[in-house]
């Protein structure tokens, strides 16, 4: 097994075994404590442009199969893990994780301490890094500096690349898989609805949506179309849908200044539901900022207080930035707080009809404790109908 | 406590919209709470139960609750005086705790503490009213949930009506009901009757002749005539998760086990790993949704449960096998495996605090409302004893039989694996070869024999199946077939496959004359040690030495770096010190010299003979030494125990107990010394390697160990002190052997040197049984002679406790056995003080002991034995360390014995600690083993010098016939009161027998007896009805115990013939749960204990803290 490194851009590196594509791959590095999810993990398009540690020990465990995916493909720039499992054993699997690195031209390494990483992150906080196959200690300092002379992970319009170029419907197609009988399909805007999807219309403003999100609007009965990240408010009003799905995505929010204006527009005219990236521009719409967490909130089990119940959700998390508002900011409820850390997991803004979450209610991967805000929205919806 | 009210500050602060929560939800109405404890130790439920227990109690009390509890066990921390308001030693059953309620009136019981026991006893209490009597309430599980969860129609019903999976099965009470469910059941199926012991008549059919030939012999087999048919789910993959929930409905999994056997082995005797590894998502999610609604359905209120299912790995099919709603043995290894003290948080979660207003106790900065999330592998591996009990079979089936367990941390599997095998201590350095090579032995010589050989050995599950699938991956059997053969999930057999390519590839590269000084030989290692491997292992393979490799290792600067248990994956800083080894390239923990750090090393797993007693030692000597001041630094790799509880020591490291792995922390932690004293054989072994390491032993210096174990030595010492000894010798042959017992005289006593538990023991009466029994002595052994002593018929054994501060010395207590010699004092019941013995004789006994204590300078403690025979005082044997009896007499004399060793070990003398002089007490106690003879069917009850007994209990009252019958009903033995006594007695005890058959008239049971037993007894004018022998024809004494005819068993046996003859007694007693006595002590001491309470049947119970007023 040819040797690799991980490099950090202060210098720090941490020795490894080249996993995956030959090649390098330079990106922000963060880390998940997902203990399984790997596959729906490095096909999130949030993960666009980080190189994804996992706390976990063992990857690759249950290998990878054609379902278990966010995306059409990899989006997250590299993987990094204690161990790599050289066998896929789960009745699912149709390849192992290297072939599925490999064919997706993905660049990782194995053997590395995760959690030594995971402390320098913690400790430290969120650093850009690279992944470079065949390389020893002696390469550090070159390997340093083009890390230093590529785009800092803030300063790329990941958004862009993830978005679909035109706009979709999405229905859901028969497997034949038992755990996961119907994922999702995009189609074209003329072809007739099935059945099933006889309720609303929901335009997704897709920043880099999660399959996931789709595949529950599709099975609450509603009509599914994706749109372009960059349709303006007036294309999409125009479309007459009944509600508006601002869908999670990769990068920083407070570059995207043309989708908050937009966003700004739609206020109003129709209920609004964000998750994650739609959170933070929906935030930013209602006059809220947004902000770099030092190293972000990635993993499966984090505490979310609702503010209404009173109780705690175990939510999937993976966001490095975070919505705040001023003492001043009006008609606006926090309705979900962190509890490990006090940030805002969710709002509303009643008189706009919109709400958003932080976390990720769809999963995929990590616990469904807050299934029911599809719910919401499908509910929310209807009332507007009424 | 710190309490998170409501929220945290730091949220309030940065979110002004939320709004303040309500009212604070502790359960002011309640102000002092009963909390049931679990008992003896038994096969299923061992030590975790007062690790889980004493946690309770500690929470609750330091949250401004009284706190009672009740537990039969002495040799639990739970029942130290000052861990709860009012501590009863009693026995754990309807009639006592109802006189506890009625002296205490607490408001509630917490009965999710102390296993199915506490459970039963619960519901019991709610069955016979006395719950509504006294008004008390059950926290954290209700009556009806407690009915839900075990009532398997219930349960079944529930599940239906949330659409959660089951295996389909059906009773049927005849063969057309039978043949009518088979069709929704399918083949092959699982026929088990009902009511019939170790599964017998159990069978698989995989058709429908088979199907129909099974269910009849099932009907047959069954005392009922019922049988359940159920769906086959072999090869079904066997998960766990450990859940909580509060009384806001938040839940969350604390953790996630999958199971290394697939289904048909029980859980406590799988290998079972953590987290689960071979889970997709989407799958595991499932799981907890589904989770989440059992428990919801059930309605568990608050508190822990285990929920087990099964999974088809050809399909994923999930069904629900059953849930626990209490904590559990997997709930103790989930808190271990995580850092998440489920015990501790499931006590407060009863009271009504939620899950969110707890701190994390690692993070203390964070909520415990989360799921931990571990970037560590676990691994438990069960500690098995089958050598204790010959003629049963090693066969792992759905009863459980291993009777402790082992857990290792590692960052990957193969290397929290191969610590758990050495952690074991069954005398493997990790995946030894077990079977010969090819040609050799039974092994046959040909690949396609070999291959045969393997596939059908791993079908079986047995304690040995790993390294049988070692030794098939070393031979040459692929991945696939190993996993087909041993339907373990192929994953588990890869990972395992790594080790055993790497081992190969190391023996290989050693034969071609690798040597450790090159790079090669230096990537090599660091390669094995990031599996795992020990440096023993190594030492193997390459033909070296231990201590070579270990040299050769940090040499080349590969050494272990240790890493933090922190519920989170280091997300956040951990300020728990719980910390393991593991090969990777960053030291988490690194440490500056520092003064007065002291490391104890615990016992490791439980066995037969080593068990709680010992964790309990080390843990009064981690307190100790906490309270004095030292850093004091913990070593165990016991789950089950509160030694491993990091809230206990100042740092723990959950480590094998090996050579290595302990001398690689001690070169970290730099300790003023090391106490080996209280944890048993295991770390006493260790004396020596780690003397010769330049390691500073604390206490009694070890050299005394080898002074008392060496039969030279230990002949020299009492000569010198003018102490008699049963005559004896040493023998290294059998030929010598034979010698020694011909000059001393047959009956003899045959031992090995450096066991416990009285291994391989056992008392020969002629030449024939010396040469079947001398070779096991002789490999049973830690190397030295076999020791051969003359065997006193009918002598009365004492035991004796010492604690010395190397000038002075002070007896603890002197125990008077029931049984007579020759029964392992483990297994044999003893009175404090002796009920029997003479003054003079006591006084004789002190006063030798206290003369070994001086001339052997103990420092800390010291048991010895004694035989008394006609008045003569004879030494058996000494033992310079903490032993089994040190929690009782410590209970019964109101001092902490094992704390004051470790005070002592540390220069501090016993006038300073205020314990000058022994202390006789105004009670007395009563200790009773218990026996796992229920759990080994074909295994003969009698008692002998090989310890069989895996628990303990204690009786305290004012005399010793109260305090024997308490001891008899917490042990599980209720002494009857009315029905007839079976009687059946060897010549020589005839005489004997006269005042226990009068005290038995006396309290109105009728007297059952063998012919000549009930001639004899008519002759001296006590009313007895004959009974047929069994080989005297039928109606016999058997079926009259199967009938229900006989409510108690007396019998002793003589000569290997009457003990074959009478051995469908004994097992018939057992099977059908009656009391029995085998030895004629054993059944005057019960006698008497009856005739009293007959003459006052009152009951009284009494807490420890008014025993010992402090």
């Known amino acids: ?386 | 406590m710190t309490r998170v009210r409501g929220l945290p500050t730091f949220v309030r602060r940065n979110s002004d919209a939320i709004t303040p929560l309500g009212a604070m939800p502790r359960r002011n109405d309640i102000n002092s709470i009963l909390i049931i404890g679990s008992g003896p130790i038994v096969i299923g439920q061992a030590c975790e139960f007062d690790y889980s227990g004493s946690q309770a109690v500690r929470a609750l009390r330091a949250d401004g609750f009284r706190v009672l509890l009740v537990n039969s066990n002495p040799a639990t921390i739970m029942t130290d005086p000052e861990i709860a308001d009012a501590t009863y030693i009693e026995p754990i059953s309807v009639d006592y705790i109802r006189e506890i309620i009625a002296r205490e009136r607490p408001d509630a019981i917490l009965p999710t503490m102390g296993g199915q026991t506490a459970l039963n006893t619960a519901k019991a209490l709610h069955e016979a009213g006395v719950l509504d009597e006294f008004g008390v309430e059950l926290l954290g599980a209700s009556y009806d949930v407690i009915e839900r969860a075990e009532d398997r129609g219930l349960f079944k019903q529930a599940m239906n009506e949330i659409n959660v999976d089951m295996a389909v099965s059906a009773y049927a009470t005849s063969v057309q009901e039978a043949m009518d469910c088979i069709d929704e059941i399918g083949f092959p199926a699982i026929i088990r009757p009902s009511f019939t012991l170790g599964g017998t008549g159990g069978n698989i059919a995989y058709n429908r002749q088979e199907y129909e030939e099974y269910i009849r012999w099932g009907l047959d087999a069954s005392p009922t005539r019922e049988i359940l048919v159920e769906e086959s789910l072999i090869g079904w993959k066997e998960f766990e998760l450990e859940v909580m929930r509060d009384n806001a409905d938040n839940v969350v999994i604390i953790c996630s086990i999958e199971n290394f056997d697939p289904m048909g082995v029980h859980t406590g005797d799988s290998i079972t790993v953590a987290p689960i590894q071979t889970l997709t998502d989407v799958e595991y999610q499932n799981m907890r949704d589904e989770a989440l609604a059992i428990v919801r359905k059930i309605g568990v209120e608050t508190g822990g449960c285990n929920i087990q299912f099964s999974v088809d790995p050809a399909t994923g099919r999930r069904i629900v096998i059953e849930i626990n709603p209490r904590v559990s043995r997997s709930s103790a290894l989930a808190s271990k495996a995580t850092g998440f003290p489920i015990a501790k948080m499931a006590a407060l979660l009863a009271v009504g605090y939620r899950l969110n207003e707890i701190p994390n106790d690692i993070t203390k900065k964070t909520p415990a409302s989360f799921e931990p999330v571990i970037d560590y592998t676990i691994v438990k591996i069960p500690r098995y004893t089958f050598e204790k009990f010959p003629g049963t079979t090693t066969v792992l089936t759905t009863q459980m039989k291993s009777v402790g367990e082992v857990m290792a941390i590692g960052r990957s599997f193969p290397e929290a694996l191969m610590k758990a095998t050495r952690s074991l201590e069954i005398g493997r350095a990790g995946l030894v070869p077990l079977l010969p090579a090819p040609g050799e032995g039974d092994m046959p010589a040909d690949e396609a024999g070999v291959r045969s050989y393997f596939r059908e050995l791993l079908r079986i599950p047995g304690p040995d199946r790993l390294w049988y699938l070692a030794d098939a991956l070393g031979s040459g059997l692929s991945i696939e077939e190993v996993a087909e053969a041993t339907m373990i999930d192929p994953w588990f057999v890869d990972q395992i496959a790594r080790v055993t390519e790497l081992e190969t590839r190391i023996s290989e590269w050693n034969r071609t004359g690798g040597h450790f000084g090159t790079d090669e030989g230096a990537t090599l290692l660091r390669k094995a040690k990031r599996l795992g491997i020990s440096d023993a292992e190594l030492a193997r393979l390459t033909e070296r030495n231990p201590t070579e490799i270990r040299a050769a290792r940090h040499a080349a600067g590969i050494r272990p770096v240790f890493k933090k248990v922190d519920t989170c994956a280091a997300e956040f800083e951990a300020v728990t010190p719980y910390l393991y080894s593991t090969y990777d390239a960053e030291a988490e923990v690194t440490l500056e010299p520092k003064e007065g750090r002291v490391i104890i090393l615990g016992g490791g797993p439980n066995r037969i003979g080593q068990g709680i007693e010992f964790d309990y030692c080390a843990v009064h000597g981690v307190l100790a030494l906490k309270e004095a001041g030292y850093e004091t630094i913990m070593i165990n790799c016991n789950p089950e125990t509160v030694s491993t509880d990091y809230d206990v020591p100042g740092r723990l490291y959950f480590e094998p107990l090996t050579f290595e792995d302990v001398m690689e922390i001690i070169d970290l932690e730099q300790p003023e010394g090391v106490i080996l004293q209280f944890g048993g054989q295991t770390p006493l072994k260790l004396a020596l390697p780690l003397m010769r390491a330049g390691v500073k032993i604390l206490g009694t210096p070890p050299d005394t160990i080898d002074r008392v174990e060496d039969r030279k030595r230990f002949g020299a010492l009492i000569d010198k002190l003018g102490i008699k000894q049963p005559p004896g010798g040493t023998a290294d042959t059998i030929e010598e052997a034979r010698t020694v017992a011909r000059r001393i005289g047959y009956p003899v006593l045959i031992r090995p040197s450096y066991v416990l538990g009285g291994r391989a023991m056992v008392i020969v009466h002629d030449e024939t049984e010396l040469n079947e029994f001398f070779g096991e002595a002789r490999s049973a052994g830690e190397g030295g002679n076999v020791l051969i002593d003359r065997f006193l018929n009918d002598a009365t054994e004492v035991d004796v406790d010492l604690i010395g501060d190397g000038t002075s010395f002070v007896i603890g207590g002197v125990m008077e056995h029931i049984e007579e010699a020759g029964v392992h004092s483990g297994d044999s019941a003893c009175c404090l003080p002796p009920h029997s013995l003479s003054p003079a004789v006591v006084a004789e006994i002190s006063k030798q002991t206290i003369a070994i204590g001086r001339e052997l300078n103990i420092v800390g403690l010291m048991n010895v034995q004694f035989a008394v025979k006609d008045e003569e005082v004879y030494i058996l044997e000494v033992n310079p360390r903490a032993s089994r009896t040190i929690p009782f007499v410590s209970k019964t004399i109101g001092h902490p014995l094992a704390r004051y060793a470790a005070r002592v070990m540390l220069g501090e003398t016993l006038a300073d600690i205020g314990l000058t002089e022994q202390v006789i007490p105004a009670h007395f106690a009563v200790k009773e083993a218990v026996f796992p003879f229920t759990k080994f069917p074909g295994v003969d009850i009698l008692l002998g010098p090989e310890m069989k007994s895996t628990g303990e209990v204690m009786g305290i009252d004012r005399s010793f016939e109260r305090a024997f019958l308490k001891a008899q009903i917490a042990a599980y033995n209720p002494l009857p009161s009315e029905g007839s006594v079976f009687l059946s007695v060897r010549d020589r005890d005839k005489d004997a027998l006269e005042p226990i058959a009068r005290n038995l008239s006396e309290v109105g049971l009728s007297i059952v007896a063998t012919s000549g037993t009930a001639a004899f007894l008519r002759d001296r004018g006590i009313e007895a009805k004959s009974i047929n022998k069994v080989a005297e024809g039928r109606p016999h004494i058997v079926d009259a115990l199967i009938n229900g005819e006989i409510c108690m068993v007396i019998n002793t046996v003589g000569g290997q013939a009457a003990i074959q003859d009478s051995k469908p007694i004994r097992q018939a007693t057992v099977k059908y749960c009656i009391p029995y006595f085998t030895t004629m002590a054993g059944a005057a001491a019960a006698a008497s204990a009856m005739a009293d309470r007959h003459r006052d049947p009152s009951i009284s119970v009494r807490p420890m803290q008014d025993y010992h007023p402090t």
């Open chain 1, 1 to 386: 097994m040819k040797p690799a490194l991980l490099v950090l851009a202060d210098g720090t590196h941490f020795e490894g075994e080249a996993l995956g594509y030959e090649g390098e791959s330079i990106g922000e590095v963060v880390f998940n404590t997902s203990m399984s999810g790997y596959q729906e993990i490095l096909t999130d398009p949030s993960y666009s442009g980080q190189l994804v540690t996992m706390t976990s020990v063992h990857i690759g465990n249950y290998g990878v199969n054609p379902w278990d995916v966010e995306s059409d493909g990899v989006r997250a720039g590299g993987l990094i893990v204690r161990e790599a499992s050289r066998r896929a054993a789960n009745f699912r699997a149709t390849a192992t994780l290297q072939e599925y690195l490999f064919d997706s031209r993905t660049v990782a390494i194995s053997g590395v301490d995760t959690r030594a990483v995971t402390r320098r992150i913690r400790n430290e906080g969120a650093v850009m890094g690279a992944i470079v196959h065949d390389a020893t200690a002696a390469d550090v300092d070159d390997i340093v500096a083009r890390i230093k002379a590529a785009p800092d992970y803030g300063s790329l319009n990941f958004v862009e690349r993830c978005s679909v170029k035109e706009a979709r419907r999405v229905v859901l197609k028969e497997t034949g898989d038992a755990i996961r009988p119907e994922v999702v399909e995009f189609v074209g805007t003329t072809t007739p609805w099935p059945e099933r999807q006889s309720g609303p219309d929901v335009a997704v403003m897709d920043y880099g949506v999660k399959y996931s999100i789709l595949r529950l609007l599709v099975e609450r009965g509603l009509r599914v179309t994706v749109y372009p990240h960059n349709t303006t408010a007036e294309q999409l009003l125009g479309t007459s849908p009944d509600g508006i799905m601002l869908s999670n995505g990769p990068g920083d929010p407070a570059r995207l200044d043309d989708e908050v204006n937009e966003i700004r527009k739609m206020l109003g005219q129709k209920p609004v539901f964000g998750i994650c990236l739609g959170h933070q521009l929906l935030g930013r719409a209602l006059g809220g900022e947004t902000f770099k967490l030092k190293f972000g909130h990635r993993g499966p089990n984090q505490p979310v207080l609702d503010v209404d119940t009173t109780r705690v959700q175990i939510t999937a998390q993976n966001h490095g930035y975070a919505v705040r508002f001023g003492a001043d900011a009006e008609g606006i409820e926090i309705t979900h707080t962190n509890l490990n850390d006090g940030t805002v997991e969710g709002l509303r803004a009643t008189s706009h009809r919109a709400f958003s979450v932080q976390h990720h209610p769809e999963a995929g991967p990590g616990p469904r404790d807050a299934l029911l805000m599809f719910d919401q929205f499908h509910d929310e919806i209807a009332r507007s109908l009424r």
